[in-house]
């Protein structure tokens, strides 16, 4: 019996065969819009299969078709990712976002209730009030904290408890750090699932926590969605998305990805399959850069609150026991309030010299911005004290620099505040 390899050594060649490449060892960029059947019968078979019209016989496998459909470098990266969440198939996008859209589009339509975290990534936030809306896709919302008893009751008060489609969470939440209980939303969507006898899936961005730190379906979720620009890529150089889940789920979600025309092209695919073979390295050294720069911040007179998921103590309650139960780090973001306001901020991220003044996150360089006013500016002002994403908070990705440099750079900013 042949040993079972660990995922980062298979990102080194799982799904990829030499010698239909000339024995090239990387696979090539297949920069082609379509595929040459062999013959007529075999162009037609594909076809069946790529749109549904039957399934796979034993042993058959859907060929190359057109590079909407598949291409050999989505396909390659599509496998390879997958084994980090243990899923059963997995499709690429051209950006999160794309990824986001298509599972909200596929498993909601007019009249249905989708529940969902608070906070979420501003796009999300957007797309959700927003967009949805205007399609007829009433809303239902909850925070971390609230029991399943209180969702529960936020779902019936809506009046359309039996219309509830889909539960999307965030976790960790973005920019606070905020966890949800990937186990107990699930018992939330099997609870209406059983009372209105329909499938209700649960979605769960973990584009925070990257495909090592926490594994989602481990713990309940349906699907699985990334920001592939974030960890995945990590170099700040491509734009992607991905989601993963269940063959049965996923031939949906890949079934209106064709037709929205939103697949990774080539080229995103062979940078993101370049990314993966240094993932491991890059994310453990960023956790434990992270671990030292929130030490130095949580210790810092200027600073006045860090949201870090190594802060969490038993003091923290129920935080505490949904770190430990399904996070596998502390990961490598971090938020913190400085003592003051949009002003002691702006005066902080102004003199930062090392670390980039810019949005994203996950990339080999730290990343500082404001989220009040960057990413979440859209968000209900309101909502926005209520989740406390302030004028005064910061949030920064850790990159791979060392440690020593990186706190040095922000202790010269945080010398230009005056308290």
């Not at 062999?38 to 790529?50: D, L, P, R, S, Y």
């Not at 620009?229 to 269940?246: E, P, W």
């Not at 990413?375 to 209900?380: K, L, P, R």
Request: proline share 4%; with cysteine; hydrophobic share 40%.
């Amino acid at each position: 019996m042949s040993k079972q390899m660990k995922p980062e050594s298979l990102m080194m060649s799982y799904g990829y065969k030499p010698e239909l490449s000339e024995g090239a060892v990387k696979c090539p960029i297949f920069q082609t819009s379509t595929f040459v059947f062999k013959n007529a019968e075999e162009g037609k078979a594909f076809f069946e299969v790529a749109y549904g019209h039957r399934n796979l016989h034993e042993g058959e496998e859907l060929g190359l078709i057109y590079s909407r459909i598949n291409n050999p470098n989505f396909e390659i990266l599509e496998d390879r990712l997958a084994l980090w969440d243990k899923a059963e198939d997995c499709a690429v996008f051209e950006s999160g976002m794309s990824a986001i859209t298509t599972v909200l589009f596929e498993f909601l339509k007019p009249g249905d209730l989708l529940l969902f975290s608070n906070p979420v990534y501003g796009g999300t936030d957007h797309f959700i009030r927003h967009v949805l809306p205007k399609f007829g896709i009433q809303l239902a919302e909850f925070r971390a904290g609230q029991s399943k008893d209180e969702i529960i009751q936020i779902v019936e008060a809506t009046g359309l408890a039996d219309k509830l489609a889909l539960v999307y969470i965030e976790t960790p939440a973005n920019p606070t750090n905020d966890l949800i209980d990937i186990s107990l939303s699930k018992e939330i969507a099997s609870y209406f699932a059983n009372k209105n006898n329909s499938e209700i899936p649960l979605a769960v961005d973990n584009t925070y926590m990257g495909p090592l730190w926490q594994h989602p379906l481990e713990h309940g979720a349906d699907l699985v969605l990334y920001s592939a620009t974030k960890y995945i890529g990590g170099h700040s150089d491509v734009i992607a998305g991905a989601c993963l889940g269940s063959n049965k789920l996923m031939a949906r979600v890949k079934a209106l990805r064709t037709f929205l025309g939103n697949m990774a092209s080539p080229n995103t695919a062979w940078l993101l399959l370049r990314s993966l073979e240094t993932l491991k390295i890059r994310m453990d050294t960023q956790a434990a850069n992270a671990e030292k720069v929130a030490a130095f911040l949580s210790a810092h007179p200027k600073v006045e609150k860090v949201y870090y998921l190594g802060n969490i103590t038993e003091n923290d309650g129920e935080q505490f026991h949904i770190r430990n139960k399904q996070c596998l780090s502390n990961g490598a973001m971090i938020s913190f309030d400085i003592k003051g306001g949009e002003k002691e901020a702006f005066l902080f991220l102004n003199g930062l010299k090392l670390i980039k003044l810019a949005v994203s996150l996950g990339s080999t360089e730290s990343l500082a911005q404001h989220p009040a006013s960057m990413t979440h500016v859209d968000v209900d002002e309101e909502l926005k004290a209520l989740l406390g994403i302030t004028p005064k908070m910061i949030r920064l990705s850790v990159g791979v620099e060392h440690y020593e440099d990186i706190i040095y750079d922000m202790s010269q900013a945080l010398d230009n505040i005056s308290i």
